[in-house]
């Protein structure tokens, strides 16, 4: 068996212009692997290419160039397709079925006819007391939590999510990124597209950042976190009198406190000069990065190399 679920190897796709039939490249030569087991983020801007990445995956459409493997086999091969759950951006169901008969329809669509699993997969989701709601009747989130639950329902070892929160309250993108985590505990290898960065780092292992059809940056989650770091720190001190000079743009508070952000080369020496001039530390907070300072970093790099490479191919 292979230890990756996917893997895409510098794969393109470009579509004909409606009228003039000249292609365009939407998704250019991108290559990254999804190991089985893990969280993987797929995420960049709307108008990125990760849909229609994730309709080549699922072979609804086929690459101009490169190849994709699943599972260890072809995406069309529908004994691989058999164990990869899907969630699209804009499910469609069937809104005069309730929750239950919806769930039933794709249990036995996947091979599943056990009225206990559409029970469990419709406790997973929190709507077992809506079981015989119609669909009619669901909010946003709840279509997408139904939608989540078919995307499971099967023998599922790998599921695909194109934007699963999008449109989602804050409880709803919390439930919705429990169940992820839940199943990736299980053993399930979870890929999902977002544009929500903050999810992204909440509960991958490691995402991929496409911009304009490239994939501009990989990695581990906490390391780019990590290299996003700010060099600074937020400091509180306590007390009255001049603060020392790397402290005079420092905020006055309620209580005799003072707050501002010091460079962490200079943040020792600011300290000791604190309290030499009889201020109190109250607390010193490490500025932690983001994934979207990573991210916003990543893009200018790969832009700013593309157009240097652009450039010189001209000359």
């Known amino acids: 068996m292979s230890a990756q679920a996917i893997v895409v190897e510098a794969v393109s796709k470009s579509f004909a212009h409606d009228w003039t039939l000249k292609k365009k ?11 089985r087991g893990e969280c993987f983020g797929f995420v960049g801007p709307n108008g990125a290419g990760k849909t229609t990445t994730i309709k080549m995956l699922l072979d609804i459409i086929r690459p101009s160039a490169g190849a994709i493997t699943l599972l260890g086999g072809r995406p069309s091969d529908p004994k691989v397709r058999a164990r990869v759950g899907f969630l699209p951006e804009r499910p469609y169901f069937y809104e005069h079925l309730t929750a239950e008969e919806t769930l039933t329809l794709y249990a036995r669509l996947s091979g599943v006819d056990d009225r206990r699993r559409v029970r469990e997969m ?10 015989d709601v119609a669909l009619r009747r669901f909010s946003k989130g709840m279509l997408q939590r139904i939608g989540l639950a078919q995307a499971l329902i099967g023998d599922t070892e790998l599921a695909i999510l194109d934007e699963p929160m999008s449109g989602l309250d804050p409880v709803g993108r ?4 429990e169940i992820i985590l839940q199943q990736r505990a299980a053993g399930r290898t979870m890929f999902f597209s977002s544009h929500i960065l903050s999810d992204v780092e909440a509960i991958c292992d490691r995402v991929a950042m496409v911009h304009e059809g490239r994939i501009m940056l990989t990695g581990d989650v906490h390391d780019l976190v990590a290299r996003a770091g700010k060099n600074e720190s937020d400091v509180t001190v306590r007390g009255q009198g001049t603060l020392p000079p790397a402290m005079a743009h420092f905020s006055a508070r309620p209580g005799d406190h003072h707050e ?3 460079g962490n080369a200079a943040l020792q020496a600011a300290l000791d000069a604190a309290m030499r001039a009889g201020f109190a530390i109250v607390s010193v907070t490490p500025k932690r990065g983001s994934l979207e300072d990573e991210f916003l970093r990543g893009i200018g790099e790969s832009l700013s190399a593309l157009a240097t490479k652009e450039a010189e191919a001209v000359k």
């Open 174 to 177: 919390r439930h919705v990124r």
């Open 25 to 35: 490249e939407v998704v250019h030569a991108i290559s990254f692997q999804v190991a």
């Open 260 to 262: 501002g952000v010091v």
């Open 122 to 131: 419709l406790a997973l989701v929190g709507l077992d007391a809506a079981r």
